[in-house]
């Protein structure tokens, strides 16, 4: 990378977002990655599919647009986090299958792992996977000493994914205007299971 150049008093050097370092993870199926401009077809067909988004944020598909602005504002969260949501791909096919991780907007009730697969690979246990590895991620990388996620009552599969993590519901709470269940698991709960 070419070193940075000042020029009557204003830094070009690279700064930001462009030397972010996002982590790599994965697992034996699955590369957890930092978003790439060309995820965005297979991300707008995710968001745009009404079955996957009924129970995200306000239950609506987004367009294209939108789809690209949520893309920018999980990108956003690594910057003034320091953590956030993966863009998963499929190692076997190398196609961008969803996103999850860690997730802590303003406003929220803890830091959570959530977690978003396209519809194509629903069913296939990728959702138990890559949160699991993510809650890894939570406990021993940021050092959390709860990690919860954020279900609403209808979403069995994310309930049962939850589950499998060893989250038990401890309440409610209203997220985008309507309920949402919150599961949570404590740091030692975590590092006791098997």
Known sequence: MPHPTI????DFGYSGLS???IPQLSTQRLILRRFREEDVDAYAEMCADPEVMRYIANGQPLSR?????????????????????WA?????SG????????????????????????????????????ARLSMDYA???LGASRVISLIR???????QVAQKLGEKPEGKVELFGSEALVYAIRR???????
């Open 153 to 159: 009552p209808d979403n069995a599969a994310s309930r």
């Open 7 to 10: 020029k009557n008093g204003i």
């Open 19 to 21: 030397e972010m370092l």
């Open 139 to 141: 406990f021993e990388k």
């Open 65 to 85: 647009s939108e789809s690209w602005r949520n893309m920018a504002m999980i990108l956003g969260h690594w910057q003034l986090r320091g953590y956030g949501l």
């Open 188 to 194: 030692e709960d975590w590092q006791s299971m098997p």
């Open 95 to 130: 196609e961008m299958i969803g996103r999850i991780g860690c997730w802590q907007p303003e406003g929220w009730p803890g830091l959570e792992v959530g977690w978003t697969l396209r519809r194509a690979y629903w069913g296939r246990g990728y959702a138990t996977e890559a």
């Open 88 to 92: 998963v791909e499929e190692r076997s």
